[in-house]
């Protein structure tokens, strides 16, 4: 059922920082070694991952299915915290999970119908500004196969130039289709800087480099456990 766009939340619903709070933590704690029963991880380009209080930054990554989110959050240090900018109009019709965003945070509403909303480039400017980490999927839909990218959209690089923030770039293979003890793999790129850049240049420039870390996607063979559930299950 479609949610009308008054009713959907603010970009600006949910405070901001480089802290993590308890929930926040508390999720972790107990997510990640979920992720590692459930997934098997295959990283690559651990050296390029910030480590926590080197600084904050802008992660963009291509975008394949629910599990990209959890994969950047299992890679990157709790602090500075993750913020993630995502459409909410199917994340509020699910209570459980949006009261667990709501608790812990991490999140920006980025309703497609408000193009243009000054209430979001405020609010990701003030998160980068008091040292947010902000996580950007500039495809800003699912790409339509493994090892397939849409064009990059250019916001990630607005926000990043003004800010003064690197660009980590982080290609994802596997999460299309999920199943039980599945090989996910994560290529993590050297940082971009992005002094002297312009937005059309940073983007071409952030779109090959993800283009060009992506590794090559087979369809492994062998039983693939709760394959139906696993792929949907947000």
Same mark, same amino acid.
């Given at each position: 059922?479609?949610?009308?766009?008054?009713?959907?939340?603010?970009?600006?619903?949910?405070?901001?920082?480089?802290?993590?709070?308890?929930?926040? =933590?508390?999720? @972790?704690?107990?997510?990640? +070694? /979920?992720?590692?029963?459930?997934?098997?991880? !295959?990283?690559?380009?651990?050296?390029?991952?910030?480590? *926590?209080?080197?600084?904050?930054?802008?992660?963009?990554?291509?975008?394949?299915?629910?599990?990209?989110?959890?994969?950047?959050?299992?890679?990157?240090?709790?602090?500075? @915290?993750? &913020?993630?900018?995502? !459409?909410? #109009?199917?994340?509020? #019709? =699910?209570?459980?999970?949006?009261?667990?965003?709501? *608790? #812990?945070?991490?999140?920006? +509403?980025?309703?497609?119908? @408000? @193009?243009?909303?000054?209430?979001?480039?405020?609010?990701?400017?003030?998160?980068?500004?008091?040292?947010?980490?902000?996580?950007?999927? +500039?495809?800003?839909?699912?790409?339509?196969?493994?090892?397939?990218?849409?064009?990059? &959209?250019?916001?990630?690089? &607005?926000?990043?130039?003004?800010?003064?923030?690197?660009?980590?770039?982080?290609? /994802? *293979?596997?999460?299309?289709?999920?199943?039980?003890?599945? =090989?996910?793999?994560?290529?993590?790129?050297?940082?971009? +800087?992005?002094?002297?850049?312009?937005?059309?240049?940073?983007?071409?420039?952030?779109?090959?480099?993800?283009?060009?870390?992506?590794?090559?996607?087979?369809?492994?063979?062998?039983?693939?456990?709760?394959?139906? #559930?696993?792929?949907?299950?947000?």
């Amino acid at each position: 059922m479609a949610v009308a766009g008054a009713a959907l939340p603010a970009a600006d619903l949910l405070p901001v920082g480089p802290r993590a709070n308890i929930p926040y =933590r508390l999720v @972790r704690l107990l997510g990640i +070694p /979920l992720l590692r029963l459930c997934f098997k991880f !295959d990283i690559r380009g651990r050296e390029n991952i910030p480590v *926590s209080g080197g600084g904050n930054f802008i992660v963009i990554a291509n975008h394949l299915n629910w599990l990209d989110e959890f994969a950047l959050l299992y890679l990157f240090p709790v602090e500075p @915290r993750l &913020h993630f900018l995502a !459409d909410p #109009t199917i994340l509020i #019709t =699910r209570k459980f999970q949006w009261w667990l965003v709501r *608790s #812990t945070g991490g999140y920006v +509403p980025v309703v497609r119908e @408000r @193009r243009g909303d000054k209430a979001l480039f405020r609010h990701v400017d003030r998160c980068l500004e008091l040292g947010g980490a902000v996580a950007i999927f +500039p495809e800003a839909n699912y790409g339509p196969a493994e090892g397939q990218l849409l064009p990059f &959209h250019k916001g990630f690089a &607005h926000f990043a130039i003004k800010a003064g923030v690197p660009v980590i770039p982080v290609a /994802l *293979s596997g999460t299309k289709d999920l199943w039980f003890r599945k =090989r996910i793999g994560v290529v993590v790129g050297p940082a971009i +800087p992005t002094s002297g850049q312009d937005p059309a240049a940073l983007t071409e420039l952030a779109f090959q480099r993800v283009q060009g870390m992506l590794p090559a996607y087979a369809e492994p063979a062998g039983r693939k456990l709760l394959r139906r #559930t696993l792929t949907h299950l947000f």
